[in-house]
């Protein structure tokens, strides 16, 4: 497998407390790869780990490139982008202004108008509020643009917290129909993502947590099939 991310004997800590327990997964180039557990079980602090925004041991190489020494925005500046839970927006800033701080961390900030173009395309609906503060947007419209955000950084690695929290129904599948067509354009993705049979849907690879341990890991269509995910994540 060619690795894009490679994640071995990874722990974290807030303070004294250990949230990761010698975590290890390997994440293909171009793929789409979603860690699924119960909350608490360590799937955010796994996104913050790799992003550099928790204390860590073991080892995280993106490209072969080492980055547990790494600041977040050195990490940032190696096209890695992260779309937070809480979406994270400034929500006294407008749509647009918004936009040009996701390119702000990359190595060449100049020519945004192809980035604008782009993100516009996925999302038209952020380019008819894009003179609107983001905090006047519907919740679907802020997961929106917080997507949007990150991919303004023309990330090759695309990290994603709960995208579909408290959303309806027909935004999320909206917002997952576009993330699969960012995919396509070579744009790989990581996410932790509650709803457990869209991530499955979206995903060809799956990481299950518990506790902050990787206790199963394959293809999600194999995953899928499993009698105990779909008794604990599918409800089946």
Avoid: C
């Avoid at 997961?143 to 991919?151: D, E, F, G, I, P």
């Avoid at 341990?213 to 994540?233: C, N, Q």
Wanted: glycine fraction near 10%; aromatic fraction near 6%; charged fraction near 25%.
């Amino acid at each position: 497998m060619n690795a894009l991310l490679d994640v071995q004997a990874l722990e974290a800590f807030y303070g004294r407390t250990k949230a990761l327990h010698g975590v290890s997964f390997s994440m293909a180039t171009g793929g789409i790869t979603t860690i699924l557990g119960a909350n608490g079980a360590g799937k955010t602090t796994t996104l913050r780990a790799i992003s550099r925004m928790v204390r860590t041991t073991g080892t995280i190489r993106f490209e072969g490139e080492a980055l547990e020494r790494r600041a977040t925005e050195d990490v940032v500046q190696l096209g890695i982008a992260h779309a937070p839970e809480g979406r994270g927006t400034f929500v006294h800033l407008t749509v647009e202004e918004n936009l040009r701080l996701g390119a702000w961390g990359r190595r060449e900030r100049g020519n945004l108008k192809d980035d604008f173009e782009r993100v516009f395309g996925y999302f038209p609906v952020l380019h008819e509020r894009r003179r609107q503060a983001a905090g006047t947007l519907s919740g679907g419209e802020q997961q929106m643009l917080a997507v949007a955000r990150a991919l303004m950084l023309r990330p090759r690695l695309l990290l994603l917290d709960e995208p579909s929290l408290g959303l309806a129904p027909l935004v999320v599948r909206e917002i997952f129909r576009i993330l699969r067509t960012i995919n396509q354009t070579g744009v790989s993705i990581l996410l932790v993502e509650q709803n457990a049979a869209l991530a499955l849907d979206l995903a060809d690879h799956v990481f299950l947590l518990e506790t902050g341990r990787v206790v199963m890991e394959g293809p999600s269509d194999v995953l899928r099939k499993d009698d105990a995910i779909r008794r604990a994540y599918l409800g089946y």
